[in-house]
């Protein structure tokens, strides 16, 4: 397949091409030349107003469903999403069923999603199947193609075991995952404990649950060695603790969910089941720290926390309704309502390399692994326009700024319709 992309400006401050407006022509999945004008009359030629092309996108939490939850998203359909969103690279979570704790379930993942325009890394679940005071075979898992490991939103709340998965992936430089909340004080939460959960009569999850969770793994971390990840933090006071681990040169990275940095627990005050997230919508003090994390580099990585929902888990009351929202396709455009869509771009690139997933300098003789997108262009968010199945999406009436125009990876180009 050969495709030529005219007058794309390049976005990556790892190549010598960043910052200019250029033709990029790709013959059979590699970048082979670069140039102010290029003639190839064989090619499909990719052509828009104020195009811009990044290195391919990466999201470190996303879930669809299958295996087990096909109702909510199957892999095929959700992958179609990530690309639609811009993603070419994305880690899958552990919340499937059967759990992915055997090569033969990251094998059943890898395989679902070869041959396409979205590269899905799976992770391993942490613990045996049906006993979380076992580990998983790590080793294996890793093996068969496991990027870090993970029982997602699963606590691991005996601390020995974090100390195990620890010392035993460090063996072979195996990254764990370990999810910052405290369930016995955030036991029959809700939503962010503070004055509008007050307000409004629910029980709410203090900032001390994330707070106490993340000392603890940091001390373990600190004692074990090894790689930890602590995924979509939401608090003051973990952005202030991981600060510090840094400072003291542990070996730890973390995320935050995008619906952190755009919204805050005053969305619950309607009492709507969509901004009922995991972790919650926090106070405004927590998303300005959140944001203060991102600019100076304690958080590592944004993640979209992509969690496509069935309305009958959602179409309750909030006390009985899930956690979660979409947020692939919603992730580049939120993020250009805070920021340039060039630095949104650049953001949505971070994490790659934490997860052992190969990054592709825009280069000549490099594997062509692309996001496609503008500046131009403005949306608003309604259940018509959602692609994915389930249509829990917190930011539904919202106006989202910036265009994916789509991606090229794996030899395989998708493009949304214009």
């Known amino acids: 397949m050969n495709i030529l992309l005219k007058s794309a400006k390049i976005i990556d401050p790892t190549s010598s091409f960043h910052g200019n407006t250029l033709d990029i022509l790709i013959r059979n999945g590699l970048i082979d030349k670069i140039d102010k004008s290029i003639d190839a009359p064989k090619a499909s030629v990719i052509e828009h107003k104020n195009l811009c092309v990044s290195i391919g996108w990466f999201d470190s939490s996303v879930s669809f469903g299958e295996p087990g939850y096909e109702e909510r998203e199957t892999l095929d359909h959700g992958l179609s999403v990530a690309a639609a969103s811009g993603f070419t690279q994305i880690a899958y979570n552990t919340n499937t069923n059967p759990l992915p704790t055997s090569k033969a379930d990251i094998s059943f993942l890898l395989r679902s999603a070869a041959h396409t325009p979205t590269t899905l890394h799976p992770k391993g679940h942490i613990t045996a199947q049906d006993n979380t005071q076992q580990l998983a075979e790590l080793h294996d898992l890793s093996q068969a193609g496991a990027i870090c490991f993970s029982n997602h939103k699963q606590p691991i709340d005996d601390p020995h075991l974090l100390l195990l998965a620890l010392q035993y992936a460090r063996g072979f430089d195996g990254l764990v995952e370990s999810f910052p909340i405290d369930p016995q004080l955030a036991v029959h939460g809700v939503m962010h404990e503070g004055r509008i959960s007050t307000s409004i ?171 496609l997108f503008t500046a131009d262009g403005t949306t608003t968010v309604s259940k018509e326009s959602i692609l994915s199945r389930s249509k829990n999406s917190a930011y539904l009436g919202k106006e989202l700024k910036g265009t994916v125009i789509g991606v090229i990876n794996n030899n395989c180009v998708f493009q949304n319709p214009s």
């Open 201 to 371: 009569g629910l029980t709410g999850i203090p900032n001390l649950a994330e707070e106490i969770r993340i000392r603890r793994d940091l001390a373990i971390l600190s004692y074990t060695g090894g790689k930890l990840h602590i995924p979509t933090i939401s608090t003051a006071e973990g952005v202030g603790l991981i600060r510090q681990a840094k400072k003291d040169k542990i070996d730890v990275t973390c995320s935050v969910a995008i619906h952190n940095l755009m919204m805050t627990d005053e969305q619950l005050d309607g009492f709507d089941t969509r901004y009922k997230l995991m972790p919650p919508l926090r106070e405004s003090k927590d998303q300005k720290a959140l944001l203060k994390g991102l600019k100076d580099g304690t958080i590592d990585m944004v993640t979209s926390d992509h969690q496509p929902m069935d309305i009958e888990h959602k179409k309750v009351e909030l006390e009985h309704a899930a956690y979660g929202s979409l947020g692939l396709e919603t992730a580049f455009g939120s993020l250009c309502t805070m920021m340039d869509a060039e630095d949104a771009a650049l953001l949505l690139n971070r994490g790659k390399e934490r997860f052992g997933v190969s990054q592709q300098s825009i280069l000549i003789g490099a594997q062509a692994d692309l996001t």
